[in-house]
């Protein structure tokens, strides 16, 4: 049974931190390029950052540059993010996803809709930043 399960959202005051977590189970990131997603009510779904299984080239949204981290530990199947000197701007649901092959992380976090044909999506996580 193939799944990706995020989490490690949480409330937290600005200037905070918290990691995401994004687990598989079914398949391994080595061929996989994996991306993290928000959504904000009203807006469009984007890509906060995206990383290349295969190669460890990742990509990051100029808005969360210098505060977020991606990486990837392979051993674990699980992607991380960690997410430093929140700002209220940076709340929202956040969504993982999966897609096989070497995709350019730059082209699975900017490219629009990308998200809806990743070859698996999980269920988000919130996280809120109070001001």
């Known amino acids: 049974d193939v799944q990706l399960q995020a989490s490690g959202g949480g409330l937290v005051q600005a200037g905070g931190s918290l990691r995401l977590s994004c687990a598989a189970s079914?398949?391994?990131?080595?061929?996989?390029?994996i991306g993290w997603f928000r959504q904000v009510p009203g807006k469009e779904r984007e890509g906060v950052s995206c990383?290349?299984?295969?190669?460890?080239?990742?990509y990051y949204v100029d808005s969360v540059k210098g505060r977020f981290t991606i990486s990837s530990d392979n051993a674990k199947n699980t992607v991380y993010l960690q997410m430093n000197s929140l700002k209220p701007e940076d709340t929202g649901v956040y969504y993982c996803?999966?897609?096989?092959?070497?995709?350019?992380?730059?082209?699975?976090?900017?490219?629009?809709?990308?998200?809806?044909?990743?070859?698996?999506r999980g269920k988000g996580t919130l996280v809120t930043v109070s001001s």
């Open positions: 990383i290349s299984g295969s190669d460890g080239s990742t």
């Open positions: 996803a999966a897609i096989g092959g070497f995709v350019l992380p730059i082209a699975v976090c900017t490219t629009q809709g990308f998200y809806y044909g990743m070859d698996y």
């Open positions: 079914g398949f391994t990131f080595d061929d996989y390029a």
